[in-house]
C-alpha cells in the first residue's frame, strides 16, 4: 500500500521556525517528484514548494521564498520543508504528494491535476 505520512506540524509564533516531514512507504523517491501543498481555511489549495529528484532543482511560490527550503534524503525515502520566519498566514494543513509532471504550475498549482499521490496533511498554526 502506499502512504504519504506527514509530520512536524504545530503551533508557533510568527518568526519561528518549523520543519515538516514526509515519509513514503509502498514506494520510493527516487523517481519521484515531490512537492509540500497547504490549504489555509476558507481558502483553495496551493502549491508550497516541490523538489525534482533527477537534479535537485526546486520550484517555491513567492510568498515563501527566501523562508521556506525544500529538501530530501532519499535514503530515509524523506521529504522536508524548512519553514523559517513564518508568518500568520502560513497557517494552514500542509500536504505532500507526489507529481507526475515536473512544472511551475504543476507544483505552484492548486493540486487538482498531476498528482499521483496525497498525504493526510499535517495542521500548522502561525501567531502574531
Known amino acids: 500500500e502506499v502512504q504519504l505520512v506527514e509530520s512536524g506540524g504545530g503551533s508557533v509564533q510568527a518568526g519561528g521556525s518549523l520543519r515538516l516531514t514526509c515519509v513514503a512507504s509502498?514506494?520510493?523517491?527516487?523517481?519521484?517528484?515531490v512537492g509540500w501543498f497547504r490549504q489555509a481555511p476558507g481558502k483553495e489549495r496551493e502549491g508550497v514548494s516541490c523538489?525534482?529528484?533527477?537534479?535537485?532543482?526546486?520550484y517555491s511560490a513567492n510568498s515563501v521564498k527566501g523562508r521556506f527550503t525544500i529538501s530530501s534524503d532519499r535514503a530515509k525515502n524523506a521529504v522536508f520543508l524548512q519553514m523559517n520566519n513564518m508568518k500568520p498566514e502560513d497557517t494552514a494543513i500542509y500536504y505532500c504528494?507526489?507529481?507526475?509532471?515536473?512544472?511551475?504550475?504543476?507544483?505552484?498549482?492548486?493540486?487538482?491535476?498531476?498528482?499521483?499521490?496525497w498525504g493526510k496533511g499535517t495542521p500548522v498554526t502561525v501567531s502574531s
Open positions: 504528494a507526489t507529481i507526475n509532471y515536473y512544472a511551475e504550475h504543476v507544483c505552484l498549482g492548486n493540486g487538482a491535476y498531476g498528482i499521483d499521490y
Open positions: 523538489i525534482n529528484p533527477s537534479d535537485d532543482s526546486t
Open positions: 509502498g514506494f520510493t523517491f527516487d523517481d519521484s517528484i
